[in-house]
């Protein structure tokens, strides 16, 4: 049988019915590349496949070793904020008369924790949550003192490398408990190396003293 091919649409419908003559005139106009790039790239999308769930993995066992190093990190410095602090606190306490002193007070002695708790034990805290109280009664520091006048009053001291707005509210919410528990006239004082630019109003309103701990006292141990 004769195929007489006038048009480039008999070509085409003789080349659907005849694969193999599709397959003859593929390997006679194109180079071995070029049929073979279908399968290579096939493979080639294999290849970045997995190569694409490796570097996930990858990512993946990374984060978690970052995770794992921030999580280090933040131990770390947690653990130095609670060293530094712990070092002001030791400096602060060979600082309370000198902290007495400069607000206009003489010294008479620091409180301890037993202290506190006769306070409280002989005072009226209705209405005082439990954790305020049991807060209280591990304040930083209460200083014993007396005005120009020889009038006893209290110091609230609140102890931090760097004074911020939890130390101000601590330190003013012991001094209205000390007036409570005792009837006298308690004061409110924040210590550390720095301050919070923060807490700068209430220091220059008054509610709130702040003596800086020097960097020489710091060092000296």
């Known amino acids: ?21 599709m397959d003859a005139l593929r390997a006679r106009l194109l180079t071995r590349e070029l049929i073979e790039l279908p399968e290579k790239f096939t493979q080639f999308v294999a290849e970045m496949n997995s190569f694409v769930a490796e570097m996930n993995r990858f990512v993946e066992a990374t984060n978690r070793r970052f995770d794992a190093l921030e999580n280090r990190v933040a131990s770390i410095q947690d653990d130095v904020g609670i060293l530094k602090g712990a070092h002001a606190w030791s ?13 206009g007070f003489r010294w008479v002695k620091d409180l301890t924790a037993f202290d506190l708790w006769g306070l409280i034990d002989d005072a009226d805290t209705s209405g005082i949550p439990t954790n305020e109280l049991r807060s209280f009664r591990r304040a930083d520091l209460i200083i014993e003192a007396t005005d120009q006048d020889g009038n006893p009053c209290y110091i609230a001291v609140e102890i931090s490398f760097t004074a911020n707005g939890r130390d101000t509210s601590r330190a003013l919410r012991n001094a209205g408990f000390l007036t409570r528990f005792t009837g006298k006239h308690a004061y409110s004082a924040v210590v550390g190396l720095r301050r919070d630019d923060r807490i700068q109003g209430l220091v220059e309103s008054g509610e709130v003293f702040w003596y800086q701990l020097d960097p020489e006292v710091l060092e000296a141990e």
């Open 91 to 103: 400096a602060a306490l060979r600082e309370t008369p000198f902290i007495a002193n400069e607000m």
């Open 1 to 21: 049988m004769t195929t007489t091919i006038h048009t480039i649409e008999d070509l085409i419908r003789i080349l659907d019915d005849r694969p193999e003559w």
